[in-house]
Nanobody, 122 residues
Framework: QVQLVESGGGLVQAGGSLRLSCSASGSTIGSYAMGWFRQAPGKVRDFVAAISWRSGNTYYADSVKGRFTISRDNAKNTVYLQMNSLKPEDTAVYYC???????????????WGQGTQVTVSS
């Protein structure tokens, strides 16, 4: 069982940056693929980025490629999402998730955090 807690969300102006953190407890994240998803009001939960546990390969949604960077620190049991050049359309609740195998859809993930709000003003 893995418990995930996100932090680092907030209000930022367009063009600004935020770094989200996802701290895990209950189990080491070293054996899990980790992903970030986001959900805007009235919309489905969308894939943002993922990182595999074995190779460290990273995957990004086209909408964030070149602006967001996912990374992990297994020693700290933490995953990060560095978000640069933020746009108003990035506004959403951001969720961290863990899975035994990296995937691009929410149903591929077994454990979820409670989410952190990111609001980008224009």
């Amino acid at each position: 069982q893995v418990q995930l807690v996100e932090s680092g969300g907030g209000l930022v102006q367009a063009g600004g940056s935020l770094r989200l953190s996802c701290s895990a407890s209950g189990s080491t994240i070293g054996s899990y693929a980790m992903g970030w998803f986001r959900q805007a009001p009235g919309k489905v939960r969308d894939f943002v980025a993922a990182i595999s546990w074995r190779s460290g390969n990273t995957y990004y949604a086209d909408s964030v490629k070149g602006r967001f960077t996912i990374s992990r620190d297994n020693a700290k049991n933490t995953v990060y999402l560095q978000m640069n050049s933020l746009k108003p359309e990035d506004t959403a609740v951001y969720y961290c998730a863990a899975a035994l195998k990296v995937g691009g859809t929410p149903n591929a993930y077994d454990y979820w955090g409670q989410g952190t709000q990111v609001t980008v003003s224009s």
